[in-house]
């Protein structure tokens, strides 16, 4: 009923009329509350009650006092898998076939969700609860993520009433890019006072629901606990990785074997299950030298802390909730986004940007750093043997569409709902399931129409009725999977996958191949074969072709196409950005954290950067423009009264090219010149080398060659300053100053892209930048 409808009496003085108020809208009497809380890169064999070997005691007990599914999906990526379970539609109807980082210009491609698509957050908060999100978001089309909006795609756009986290893929766990409901807030501590990000998110989670409870406490919350971990960096205080200090000298392998039994013995897999066969890409463990067994054994260590670590913050929003007497009307569930993630590579990374620019790691490198690993100098991950491992009992990871990309860890837990306690449950789940679960356990009808949108059909089938009947049949029976071109199909107790080789990207008659013959498609008897380990595609062709010919129906039914098997190459794609393609980017001091997707692309072009600053009595120092982390990027800034340029290769090397002179007092255009001088090759992690020159004014000053260059990406967590290097300083040469804001005066900061070297001219009214 709308407020404008009034349905008093309205006479000529107050005792002739009478007053009417519009019924307050409240939520269905005793509903739960409902706290989501989404893990990320966690594998199916990693948490304890799921056979792992890490110790996860407050996810645990929510198992114990509730349901353990064994048969829930992913979509095998993080915002694909987000999008599924806030809107019960399937990832490609969601516009969110990949990151938002990958988006291209198809519907099922695109990064936008269209709002007919409504999410749970916007139908609960009509229906009278608090919404809240918390922690990773990665929701937003990444170009819409800075101050310029749209904000449509934000927490708050999309039904939240509060928001306090980051909105990209990861961040840093001590120096994160936060950001509290619409507006950038900076870490309310640091590092060196005990500063972690996951520690914070817990602290706001139990503050937003205590904030409404004591004034409410009858009104319902529904919580959206996305705490980013375990995403890389892999970063935790050291105590909690030396409790595992030589729990993982066996190896992958023997690990492998020990959560298979321990997951039998748990009776989350079934008897008689088989490990899948050994993943060609993993090397065996006893051919390793004794170093990488060292270093990767370390780098589980971290891995195992890290988990743990997040258990118990998630365990200090279960004693709140248990404090306040919420717990038991608390409808908990726990997944993780995707399968363990395998973007270490090989031999573990101490930087995950060099992933996403294909530069290879240093043994050498990584070793001189395993003492630090954890902590906040590295953005490390560990080697994908362990991935292998974390996704016991299945084969392959996450981005791939095999079992362990795509099986997850699924438990579900309300005490005053669900009479079953520590059971099992063998049903097919899907992400896109568990929102039209939870509307129907509440008693709320998916609305026909939200924020004025008429909604598009719920795709998901609600699980409620295998909550308390264990052998109920299931009822989602068909589900197509697909990312970066990887494709299964699960129907009736049956699963076909079409992978391709690891690192190539499939071409157009892999992409088009439906026929038995050419299509490569394996095929598994999940009923039979719970772990994918017998491929039996020979023993069934008509099995395949069936399979084969349902995943094209359903691709078309959910805007699938075009298939797209590229990887890091669909970072550089093009897409829409914030403003009019423009050649000339200004900033001004304050601006921080302008991010990747929004900021000025300077990669592998010529390019000027020019600052106009007014240099005091006794000179100055500071940052003039800093973009990217302590994971790569460059910054122009002043040091000793001397301009300096610092681009920093993926974490690798700082290349600096510093000023012969003093920059002189009073008004002066500082400029960098960057001219390319040779090609990129980006398969090998290459940008441009170029040629670096300084100037005041007209007069050159300083000139310096750099030998190689970020080819791709300043990463997933880069941003942009100007005036300042915000957060994670780019270069170690001032980290210690972070973040070493500049001290005389700087008006502007102009980027110019056209290719050409511009130089800073008088104008009448103000100081310009204009093209030589």
């Known amino acids: 009923m709308s407020n404008r409808e009034f349905h008093g009496r309205i006479g000529r003085t107050y005792d002739e009329s009478e007053p009417w108020w ?96 409504g999410f749970l957050s916007e139908i609960l908060v009509e229906e009278g609860f ?21 904000y449509d795609g934000w927490p708050l756009g999309r039904g939240f009433e509060r928001f306090y986290g980051f909105l990209g893929g990861d961040t840093d766990q001590y120096t994160p890019t936060l950001v509290y409901d619409n507006h950038q807030v900076e870490p309310p501590t640091t590092p060196e006072e005990g500063y972690h990000l996951t520690e914070d998110l817990a602290a706001r989670t139990i503050e937003f629901i205590g904030d409404a409870k004591q004034v409410d406490p009858d009104k319902p919350f529904f919580t959206y606990f996305a705490p980013g971990a375990c995403h890389a960096p892999h970063q935790v205080p050291i105590e909690w990785a030396n409790k595992y200090e030589g729990e993982f000298d066996m190896g992958w392998e023997a690990a492998r074997e020990q959560i298979l039994e321990r997951q039998i013995e748990l009776g989350i897999v079934p008897e008689g299950t088989d490990l899948s066969p050994h993943n060609p890409d993993v090397d065996h463990w006893d051919s390793l030298s004794d170093d990488e067994q060292r270093l990767y054994a370390r780098m589980m260590e971290v891995f195992a802390g890290f988990l743990e670590h997040t258990d118990a913050q998630i365990g200090k929003v279960l004693d709140y909730l248990d404090e306040i007497g919420e717990l038991d009307n608390t409808l908990v569930m726990v997944v993780s986004d995707n399968g363990a993630s395998a973007e270490g590579g090989p031999t573990g990374s101490v930087n995950e ?152 990207p499939m071409t157009a008659e892999d992409l088009s191949a439906t026929s038995i013959e050419d299509s490569g498609w394996e095929l598994y008897h999940i009923a039979e074969d719970f772990s994918e380990a017998h491929d039996v595609a020979a023993e069934h062709p008509e099995k395949v072709l069936e399979l084969a010919q349902l995943w094209w129906t359903e691709a078309g039914r959910y805007d699938v196409l075009p298939l797209d098997g590229r990887g890091v190459q669909r970072f550089a794609e093009w897409r829409p950005q914030p403003g009019k393609p423009r050649e000339r980017y200004v900033y001004y001091p304050g601006t ?16 000027s950067i020019t600052a106009d600053v007014t240099i005091p009595e006794g000179g100055a120092d500071g940052v003039l423009i800093a973009h990217g982390a302590r994971s790569g990027g460059y910054s122009l800034y002043v040091e000793d009264n001397h301009l300096r340029y610092v681009h920093n290769y993926v974490g690798i090397e700082e290349y600096e090219v510093v000023a012969d002179d003093p920059i002189p007092e009073g008004e002066v255009s500082v400029r960098m010149e960057f001219e390319a001088t040779g090609e990129p090759d980006m398969s090998k992690g290459k940008g441009v080398p170029a040629t670096v020159r300084l100037y005041y004014g007209d007069d050159q000053v300083g000139e310096g060659d750099i030998p190689t260059t970020i080819p791709i990406t300043m990463g997933l967590t880069a941003g942009l300053s100007c005036g300042k290097d915000a957060v994670s300083a780019v270069s170690d040469r001032y980290r210690d100053r972070t973040p070493f804001e500049f001290t005389g005066d700087l008006t502007r900061v102009t980027v110019d892209v056209s290719g050409e070297p511009f130089v800073h001219e008088e104008a009448e009214m103000d100081q310009i930048m204009a093209r030589e």
């Open 353 to 504: 940007n060099r992933f996403f620019n294909n530069v290879p790691e240093s043994l050498e490198e990584n070793l001189e750093a395993m003492d630090e690993l954890g902590g906040p100098k590295y953005f490390n991950h560990y080697p994908w043997g362990w991935t292998w491992a974390g996704d016991t009992p299945f084969q392959r990871w996450k981005r791939e569409t095999y079992r362990g990309g795509s099986s997850d860890p699924f438990i579900v837990s309300w005490p005053k709902g669900i009479e079953a306690r520590g059971d099992v449950r063998e049903q097919f789940v899907h992400a896109i399931d568990l929102m039209p679960t939870i509307l129907e356990l509440l008693g709320i009808d998916a609305p026909d129409e939200v924020k004025g949108y008429a909604q598009s059909p719920i795709e998901g089938t609600s699980l409620a009725y295998s909550l308390d009947e264990p052998d109920a049949p299931e009822q989602h029976t068909t589900q197509y999977f697909e990312m970066l071109g990887t494709r299964a199909i699960y129907h009736d107790g049956w699963r076909a996958v079409r992978p391709w080789p690891l690192g190539e």
């Open 592 to 607: 921080q954290h302008v991010p990747e997707n929004a900021a000025v692309k300077v990669f592998n072009r010529d390019h």
């Open 130 to 150: 608090s919404t809240y999100a918390i922690g990773k978001w990665h929701l937003a089309p990444a170009e819409a993520t800075s101050a310029a909006g749209p």
């Open 22 to 117: 519009p019924e307050e809208t409240r939520a269905p009497e005793d509903a739960p509350n409902v706290l989501m809380v989404v893990l990320d890169d966690v594998g199916f064999g990693q948490l304890g009650c799921y056979g792992g070997l890490i110790d996860t005691p407050n996810i645990d007990r929510l198992a114990d006092d509730g349901l353990r599914y064994n048969n829930f999906h992913t979509t095998a990526l993080c915002s694909p898998t987000r999008s599924c379970l806030l809107t019960g539609r399937n990832h490609h109807s969601n516009g969110m076939a990949g990151i938002t980082e990958i988006s291209t210009g198809f519907p099922g491609y695109n990064g936008h969700i269209p709002h007919e698509n």
